[in-house]
């Protein structure tokens, strides 16, 4: 089993900048698909950004590839999130999600085994 702990979110103006963090944490034998979807009120749940935690290979959504990085953290089961130039309707819940069974991360939402319980990002 792994558990999610996320950090960052909050409030900023138009064109500002976020960071989140997610710490992935329990049995993660050979690193796992790392990243983060979200979800804007009456929208589905769409992929931002993922990462392997071994194998590297970043994907983002459409909308934030030129705005966004994710990248490994030193501990390496722990990924941060960068926005950048954030829009408003970049405005929703942010989830972290993991999956140590994917060799490649999928911006897929039910290909994610765990979740966690997402941290709000409001741009205005």
């Known amino acids: 089993h792994v558990q999610l702990v996320e950090s960052g979110g909050g409030s900023v103006q138009a064109g500002g900048s976020l960071k989140l963090s997610c710490a992935a944490s329990g049995y993660i034998r050979n690193g796992l698909c790392l990243g983060w979807f979200r979800q804007a009120p009456g929208k589905g749940r769409e992929g931002v950004a993922l990462i392997h935690t071994k194998r590297g290979g970043p994907i983002y959504g459409d909308d934030v590839t ?8 030193n501990n390496k089961n722990s990924v941060t999130l960068e926005m950048r130039r954030l829009k408003l309707e970049d405005t929703g819940m942010y989830y972290c999600a993991a999956s140590p069974d994917l060799l490649v991360c999928s911006d897929y939402p039910p290909d994610m085994t765990y979740w966690g319980q997402g941290t709000q990002v409001t741009v205005s």
């Not at 705005?67 to 490994?72: D, E, H, P």
């Open 66 to 73: 030129d705005r966004f990085k994710i990248s490994i953290d």
